[in-house]
């Protein structure tokens, strides 16, 4: 007999933990199904972001950042080291401990909010009686019942067409997060947000790196002026970075990937690296899903239909996170999750994908919120632009850290802020500002007339706020 639940939710990445959470806040019955193993087959919730995106990459990313520094940075500050060396396997078990961290963290919240949890693969069997029932396949199968289901399945690394992914020579986010040696050469297809990153890791680690990218610009969705500060800082950190490619061929073998392509000029290359990582897009996870067995409806991509609300097809079923339209982004998956439970509640929240900020963590971080400079010009919209660079803060000299600069663009009729585009050191942090000024229609005069702590970073917003008026005072 199935096990009777208010709410179920199928996936426990961000939006599904989320979901979940606030759920049972509201006071629902919920019950969560998730499928993720550790080493030893144990549960492991979190989705890709726990496991093989976010938080892996991040901890790899600071022990990177911490031997380039050791090696290229500590001798300006009179820091002399010898014998440098990187222990990788120690590196990448340090990666471990973080993701179990937070794996046990997800389990703590749920027992802590009371949620019953689930480990294995969770599927749609029937809808019946206003109910829908799902299965649970794995160690311990189960059948349970509710009358909400929140459906936060997440997606999958996209593979290059005649080159699977082998997690061993070409691979995806996954594969690259557990390369066990510091290759000599590495290529990466594809210039978004896990390209870059994983990259500048094992770039900072002493791997030959060459990015490998179809389009003519770099970082496409970027504004291009903070693109093209990018491209030059890469650049000069030794990525090697060839737009507008078209790959040709990729052969795998136990020596490494042979790639033919054609340059941005039409001419034939090719190019031979140990490892391979393949950072194309993401594709919704669905299948095993059975949406068929209930009627949910999945577009021709497979990403399940919802409206703005996150109302599928059916009653009473929603979808977030990944699996849905939208920035593939954990923390939009998140306010997508919390909402659909208020909505589940009968209250009335929003989530406005215009305020969704965008990090890429590399060095220098590149964040934005908000429209670009080009989508402007597109739309025909008025607007004025205010720069700062951070060569002209205090705080980021002391840092050692000047590269890049803070975009600030408004309305040039209202000072509405339109978009906040930030390249430089720390800007993970320092978007959190720009988001929170857009959420409340804050003016680019309303940001110049805070008070900013000196000597800090975020004086670069305000300046740059001031510069949208022509009136930045430090520079």
């Keep these: 007999m199935a096990q009777e639940f208010d709410v179920v939710v199928i996936g426990s990445g961000p939006g599904g933990q989320i979901a979940a959470i606030r759920a049972a806040q509201l006071g629902f019955n919920t019950a969560c199904i998730d499928e993720w193993k550790n080493e030893k087959g144990g549960p492991a919730p979190?989705?890709?972001?726990?496991?093989?995106?976010?938080?892996?990459?991040?901890?790899?990313?600071?022990?990177?950042?911490?031997?380039?520094?050791?090696?290229?940075?500590?001798a300006d500050h009179g820091i002399g080291v010898s014998g440098l060396t990187i222990d990788v396997t120690k590196m990448l078990a340090r990666k471990a401990a973080v993701v179990k961290?937070?794996?046990?963290?997800?389990?703590?919240?749920?027992?802590?909010?009371?949620?019953?949890?689930?480990?294995?693969?969770?599927s749609f069997v029937k809808a019946?009686?206003?109910?829908?029932?799902?299965a649970v396949a794995g160690g311990k199968p189960d059948t349970l019942s509710a009358k909400h289901v929140i459906v936060a399945t997440g997606s999958n690394a996209r593979a290059l067409p005649g080159a699977p992914f082998d997690e061993?020579?070409?691979?995806?986010?996954?594969?690259?997060?557990?390369?066990?040696?510091?290759?000599?050469?590495?290529?990466?297809?594809?210039?978004?947000?896990?390209?870059?990153?994983?990259?500048?890791?094992w770039r900072r680690l002493g791997a030959d790196v060459t990015?490998?990218?179809?389009?003519?610009?770099?970082?496409?969705?970027v504004d291009e002026q903070v693109a093209k500060e990018a491209l030059k800082a890469f650049t000069k950190q030794g990525l090697k970075i060839k737009l507008g490619v078209k790959i040709n061929e990729v052969k795998a073998s136990a020596a490494?990937?042979?790639?033919?392509?054609?340059?941005?000029?039409?001419?034939?290359?090719?190019l031979d690296v140990e490892k391979l990582i393949v950072s194309i897009g993401r594709l919704p996870n669905t299948i095993g899903l059975n949406a068929e067995a209930v009627g949910l409806t999945l577009d021709e991509r497979g990403f399940i239909t919802v409206d703005s609300d996150c109302k599928t097809s059916l009653p009473n079923v929603w979808a977030v996170g990944d699996v849905v339209r939208g920035p593939m982004l954990a923390h939009k998956a998140e306010e997508e999750g919390s909402a659909v439970a208020e909505r589940i509640a009968g209250q009335h929240p929003h989530v406005d994908f215009n305020t969704v900020p965008w990090?890429?963590?590399?060095?220098?971080?590149?964040?934005?919120?908000?429209?670009?400079?080009?989508?402007?010009?597109?739309?025909?919209?008025?607007?004025?632009?205010g720069t700062f660079p951070f060569m002209a803060n205090g705080r980021a000299r002391a840092m050692g850290d000047t590269t890049g600069l803070v975009k600030v663009i408004a309305d040039d009729k209202t000072d509405e802020v339109l978009g906040v585009h930030i390249v430089g050191p720390m800007a993970s942090e320092l978007i959190a500002e720009a988001a929170m000024a857009m959420e409340?229609?804050?003016?680019?005069?309303?940001?110049?007339?805070?008070?900013?702590?000196?000597p800090t970073l975020s004086e670069a917003i305000k300046e740059a706020a001031l510069a949208v008026e022509k009136r930045a005072l430090n520079f």
Aim: hydrophobic share 35%; net charge neutral.
């Design 46 to 74: 979190g989705g890709t972001c726990t496991n093989v995106g976010c938080i892996p990459s991040k901890a790899l990313l600071q022990s990177s950042e911490h031997f380039e520094h050791a090696g290229h940075g500590f």
């Design 101 to 122: 961290q937070n794996n046990d963290g997800i389990l703590y919240l749920y027992r802590k909010n009371k949620i019953t949890f689930f480990h294995g693969r969770g």
């Design 128 to 134: 019946e009686g206003g109910k829908y029932e799902i």
């Design 168 to 201: 061993s020579t070409i691979l995806s986010n996954d594969g690259a997060l557990r390369i066990g040696a510091v290759p000599k050469t590495l290529g990466v297809i594809g210039s978004g947000v896990i390209g870059l990153e994983m990259g500048s890791v």
């Design 211 to 221: 990015v490998l990218e179809a389009l003519q610009t770099l970082l496409g969705a």
């Design 256 to 270: 490494g990937a042979s790639l033919a392509y054609s340059d941005a000029a039409g001419k034939a290359q090719t």
């Design 359 to 385: 990090v890429i963590y590399t060095s220098p971080e590149i964040a934005w919120v908000g429209q670009t400079e080009q989508q402007l010009k597109a739309a025909a919209r008025g607007y004025k632009v």
């Design 440 to 454: 409340f229609k804050a003016s680019s005069e309303d940001i110049g007339r805070i008070c900013h702590a000196h």
